[in-house]
């Protein structure tokens, strides 16, 4: 049964495929406490300090859904080299992800957002990022490194969140093309309107938001949907895009193919922080793994099932997918 054949890829040919990660890395910084009273001060909630907490985000979050699903995985991008550009590299270097690709551009600080919560709200969020983009010098080293060990990686992903890294849309365009040329799968989760640079990628991925954005079309039926979604394939003339449409589901476009839908399954939902991530993470693995695009979207549908079920940024394991696969749903696989 094809059922039977993806459930064994999950658990013996994720762990083979290696993917690298290149984007826009991140620092999710939370200052935690306990809100008592307003302050005398201003009419705002004092925090009284309870701890801080790190997390990777950005494009560092794929990675580490992607390792969590069992892939071998790589990270490349800019961080500072200051005291949260260090701790990131730790961080994924402790968790077994190859941060060889992560260089410094010159008084450029690492990206870090500071949220200040309780332990059921959040009071604000402070930003610290320079968005510009990154210095040519830069981008030629990530080059150099991609063409050196391209023949290592099944698959690399682009995590943009423009905050820099991807803004060159040449840049992109060699990125496309060194996959191309050497067989590598390049898939692209990206808030860019620049979706030109997009020629020949595997698929990409936006959200509704980042899809009426990008081809300015207001989506508010099945049928405005899909005439967004053509407009992005024919103008980036990728050769697929997943539209990831919160609780509506997931659509897939590809050309000369009718729209095709796949409804998210019903969970209690807690936080849809990162199940984008989650989503281009099983696709990619998925796809690495040999899986069709319809089969690799189910499966990603099922994870992003359950990673809404957690607080914060978090990840799905392989072993919290294979027993929800074991759960006999009817996911109908084909």
């Given at each position: 049964m094809m059922e039977d054949r993806l459930k064994n890829a999950v658990q013996n040919d994720f762990n083979k495929k290696r993917i690298l990660v290149l984007g826009d890395l991140m620092v999710d910084e939370y200052i935690l406490?306990?809100?008592?009273?307003?302050?005398?001060?201003?009419?705002?909630?004092?925090?009284?300090?309870?701890?801080t907490q790190r997390n990777a985000g950005g494009a560092?979050?794929?990675?580490?859904?992607?390792?969590?699903?069992?892939?071998?995985?790589?990270?490349?991008?800019?961080?500072?080299?200051?005291?949260?550009?260090?701790?990131l590299r730790d961080f994924l270097r402790n968790a077994s992800i190859n941060t060889?690709?992560?260089?410094?551009?010159?008084?450029?600080?690492?990206?870090?957002?500071?949220?200040?919560?309780?332990?059921?709200?959040?009071?604000?969020?402070?930003?610290?990022?320079?968005?510009?983009?990154i210095q040519e010098a830069v981008r030629t080293k990530i080059l150099d490194y991609i063409v050196s060990y391209i023949s290592e990686w099944d698959a690399i992903v682009?995590?943009?969140?423009?905050?820099?890294?991807?803004?060159?849309?040449?840049?992109?365009?060699?990125?496309?093309?060194?996959?191309?040329?050497?067989?590598?799968?390049?898939?692209?989760?990206?808030?860019?309107?620049?979706?030109?640079?997009?020629?020949?990628?595997?698929?990409?991925?936006?959200?509704?938001?980042?899809?009426?954005?990008?081809?300015?079309?207001?989506?508010?039926?099945?049928?405005?949907?899909?005439?967004?979604?053509?407009?992005?394939?024919?103008?980036?003339?990728?050769?697929?895009?997943?539209?990831?449409?919160?609780?509506?589901?997931?659509?897939?476009?590809?050309?000369?193919?009718?729209?095709?839908?796949?409804?998210s399954k019903a969970v209690q939902v807690f936080d849809v922080t990162g199940a984008g991530d989650t989503v281009i993470s099983a696709v990619t693995l998925g796809l690495a793994s040999g899986f069709t695009m319809d089969n690799a979207v189910i499966l990603a549908n099922i994870a992003a099932g359950i990673v809404i079920g957690k607080r914060g940024t978090a990840v799905v394991t392989?072993?919290?997918?294979?027993?929800?696969?074991n759960e006999k749903k009817d996911y109908k696989f084909g």
């Open positions: 406490g306990k809100v008592g009273r307003i302050s005398p001060e201003a009419p705002v909630p004092v925090l009284n300090y309870r701890g560092s979050n794929v990675a580490l859904n992607m390792h969590a699903m069992g892939g071998k995985l790589a990270v490349a991008g800019v961080a500072g080299l200051d005291d949260s550009g260090i701790w060889e690709g992560i260089f410094a551009d010159e008084n450029r600080m690492t990206t870090v957002k500071t949220r200040f919560a309780t332990k059921v709200q959040q009071l604000l969020r402070v930003d610290r990022e320079d968005s510009s983009p682009l995590s943009d969140y423009c905050k820099g890294v991807l803004e060159d849309a040449e840049f992109v365009r060699k990125i496309i093309q060194i996959c191309n040329e050497n067989q590598v799968i390049v898939t692209i989760d990206s808030k860019s309107r620049h979706i030109e640079a997009f020629e020949n990628a595997d698929f990409v991925k936006p959200n509704n938001l980042e899809l009426e954005n990008a081809v300015n079309i207001k989506i508010v039926d099945l049928d405005s949907l899909d005439r967004a979604g053509k407009a992005y394939l024919e103008r980036s003339k990728a050769k697929c895009i997943i539209v990831t449409r919160g609780a509506e589901g997931i659509s897939i476009f590809e050309h000369g193919r009718d729209r095709r839908d796949y409804a392989r072993d919290e997918l294979m027993e929800r696969l």
